[in-house]
């Protein structure tokens, strides 16, 4: 599965949907040949089956779109993570203005870097589906510099304070934004949407249609609908993975905007 999200969206939908349709049609003209040889279309009362078809179908349908909501939500909460931490660097590079100019210097040289090493190192690790740790060396040192601090003013303890308290939030929204890296969707949630799946379009080969033409249409509808939703969910299982992966343009801009001007 790693090796297709990584293809671009248009090519994993396509392979996606070729193998769903196509397994359904071959599976399809099998059941019809097996069950021609024996008879049993005779038996089938089409109006039964449907029945049966819809309550299949329903039960699966809300499984598998509750699922598909749930991976949309943790896609949008990952981007929202890598947001608000952006958003972090920023409110802390304006906190450092209330250091001496001396450590003020150095403490943002290191959040530049921070960022940078977010950017340029971390992101592809992601994208890779690794966990990340060349931002924490640089966070740690940043912590060490500031809590070596020791503010001679009033006006400095308010800023120290209120830096402290931005970089806890930095570290924060870090640790939610790695813990989503490999925050996939467990195993048996993906074995609900596949045995799903191939139940739902195994009931359609009960039904008794003179025409394999139309029988297989319908089949292959129902197999591509599938295909579509199991391709959206595997596409935004991992956040941080694929053509429509989190990328980091909040960083970006927070460090064209504030950090390097």
Do not use: C
Request: charged share 20%.
């Amino acid at each position: 599965m790693g090796v297709l999200r990584d293809l671009p969206a248009w090519v994993f939908a396509v392979l996606t949907l070729a193998f769903f349709v196509g397994t359904s049609i071959v599976g399809l003209i099998w059941a019809r040949n097996w069950g021609g040889r024996r008879g049993l279309h005779t038996l089938v009362d089409n109006s039964a089956v449907g029945w049966i078809f819809s309550a299949i179908l329903v039960i699966y349908g809300i499984a598998i779109g509750l699922i598909a909501i749930e991976t949309w939500n943790n896609l949008s909460d990952a981007a929202k993570v890598a947001s608000q931490e952006a958003g972090e660097i920023a409110a802390l590079h304006g906190d450092l203005g209330g250091y001496p100019p001396s450590v003020q210097a150095e403490l943002r040289r290191l959040l530049v870097r921070y960022t940078h090493t977010v950017i340029e190192k971390e992101w592809p690790a992601q994208h890779r589906g690794l966990i990340p740790s060349e931002g924490t060396d640089v966070l740690n040192e940043l912590e060490r510099e500031m809590i070596a601090l020791e503010p001679a003013t009033d006006g400095q303890r308010i800023a120290h304070a209120e830096a402290l308290s931005t970089f806890n939030r930095l570290t924060e929204f870090r640790r939610q934004r790695v813990e989503a890296v490999d925050n996939a969707m467990p195993g048996t949630l993906w074995g609900v949407v596949l045995v799903g799946a191939a139940l739902a379009i195994v009931a359609s080969y009960v039904f008794s249609m003179e025409s394999l033409f139309l029988h297989a249409l319908m089949t292959g509808l129902l197999a591509a609908m599938i295909g579509l939703v199991v391709f959206f969910i595997a596409s935004t299982d991992l956040p941080y993975r694929g053509a429509i992966a989190v990328e980091p343009q909040a960083y970006d801009i927070v460090l064209r905007d504030l950090l390097e001007r």
